[in-house]
């Protein structure tokens, strides 16, 4: 099976949006789906803000803050003052175009339309081809158990900066939620699964905490690989490394891999984590040592051919 002829990419937010621009750069619109996380979405001031949707379709756009990876380059925050002076939620930086974006979702979800069909309408009409789609239309929300008491995703990682300790982490709502078609289909057709590098624990897992995800995934024909988010011990940002260090994940593409020791066949970790690939290979898993930053275009679409060429060499 030619492994390029469809991947499916499973995505959080600003790392998995990187590798899914540089795979987006060389595979056509037929050949790349982007499944995202959508456990981090929140009802804010009565609007459907989609954290992770709207990063993925911002930075495929090149609309993305490149300092962030979130919200909207150049926006402007009158609208946040006005919230802020009312006494309102001014933690939660949403921008002003950035509003136009989460009140123009909402008034869609409003109509009646799925998460899903909202997608396809807003990243179409920001001129983007390749398919993104939100894991599930029903409402999947991470909560965490931290040392300040049960908070929203949110919560934790912006109005607290992911400082608290974190002892648990749910995924209210998954249970009863299903995976859509289009995300079954996505699964059942790949050639080759990709879990972006993204916060195995908040952007990855809610995904695969979908009812039948992970036997789907298992069932594949496709071969399922990963793209470690830790490099030298160190997430590129975000909470990923403290909270797995919480949780008793060992903070490496070692702990990475058991994470998700299931699914995969194989992982690819940064240069800097080249000599952890002896202990990967025992673990039965192919392995690469690749740049895995990815700061430039360049990078991104490296990344992703090196990725693409492994997987033709190992699983063709
Ligand atoms: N992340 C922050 O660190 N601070 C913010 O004020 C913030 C606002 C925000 C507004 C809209 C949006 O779509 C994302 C926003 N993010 C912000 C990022 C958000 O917290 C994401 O969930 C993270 O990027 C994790 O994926």
Known sequence: MNTRSHVTLLVGGVGGAKLAVGLASILPPEALTIIVNTGDDLDHLGLH??????????????????????????????????????????????????????????????????????????????????TILPMSDDSVRTVLDTDQGRLAFQEYFVRERWQPQVHAVHFEGAAEAQPSAEVLQAIDEASLIVFGPSNPVLSIDPILALPGLRERIRASSAPCVAVSPIIGGQAVKGPAAKLMAELGIDVSPVGVATHYIDLLYGIILDDVDMHLCDVVSRMNLHCIARRTLMDSLVDKIALSEHLLKWAEEVFS
């Open 49 to 130: 803000v989609s954290p992770d949707m709207d990063t993925v379709m911002y930075t495929l756009s090149g609309l993305a803050n490149p300092t962030t990876g979130w919200g909207i380059t150049g926006d402007t925050r009158r609208a946040l003052e006005m919230i802020t002076r009312y006494g309102g939620p001014g933690w939660f930086g949403l921008g002003d175009s950035d509003l136009g974006t989460n009140i123009f979702r909402t008034a869609l979800l409003r109509e009646g339309k799925r998460l899903t069909d909202v997608a396809r309408q807003m990243s179409s009409a920001l001129g983007i081809r390749h």
